[in-house]
């Protein structure tokens, strides 16, 4: 909402929180578009989430953004600007600033910088052209973890044109709740983004 060029349309896809997200989002309104997941499809995951947003999304441009990250204020002006300039290019990534979750001595909560930008292929740094997803697919609901690895690895065998802009366009922000702070069961999910990649080349 806090976009310099904002988004036409915002899609919150709600996967059974046990919180006050249906009642914080409906006082937004207009972009904004509340959706929960049916019954039989609740904790589904993130890949199933995001599916459910594509089916609804209306753009010719695609952004995601996790509950808990952020985006900086110029991201969608700055990859917009890049994606019509660039006519063949068909998604544009920026940089991951990792940030930490600190608590001050009072036990107030808050983000500090991690480290220097990284150069991630990573969903939440980049903005697709809603076409790609006719050409890879969509996310593979079946994987709970790692299934934007997967789609960028299947997007690279495609020689999908896929480009970096400089600058930062995506703040990932860690603390104690991340889901991808299971390591087990996202080594698990790792083995299977293998298996898929061999059974591809197999076919």
Request: hydrophobic fraction near 40%; charged fraction near 25%; include cysteine.
């Amino acid at each position: 909402m806090a976009q310099s060029s904002p988004a036409n349309e915002v899609i919150v896809v709600d996967d059974g929180a046990d919180d006050a997200t249906a009642a914080l989002v409906s006082g937004f309104g207009h972009p904004v578009h509340y959706f929960r997941q049916p019954g039989s499809r609740l904790h589904s995951g993130p890949a199933a989430v995001r599916n459910t947003g594509l089916g609804i999304a209306a753009g010719v441009y695609i952004g995601f953004l996790d509950d808990d990250d952020l985006w900086p204020v110029d991201k969608l002006e700055s990859q917009l600007k890049y994606l019509r300039e660039n006519a063949a290019c068909e998604v544009v990534l920026g940089y991951t600033q990792r940030m930490l979750q600190r608590t001050t001595a009072d036990e107030h909560a808050y983000f500090e910088n991690y480290r220097e930008p990284l150069h991630l292929f990573h969903l939440g740094c980049a903005l697709f052209r809603r076409s790609v997803f006719e050409k890879v697919g969509i996310f593979n609901a079946k994987m709970r973890f790692a299934e934007d690895d997967d789609w960028f690895m299947r997007a690279r065998e495609m020689d999908i044109d896929m480009q970096f802009q400089p600058g930062v366009s995506f703040y990932y922000r860690f603390h104690q709740t991340n889901m991808t702070r299971d390591i087990e069961a996202k080594r698990a999910h790792l083995l299977h983004l293998v298996k898929y990649r061999l059974d591809r080349k197999r076919q």
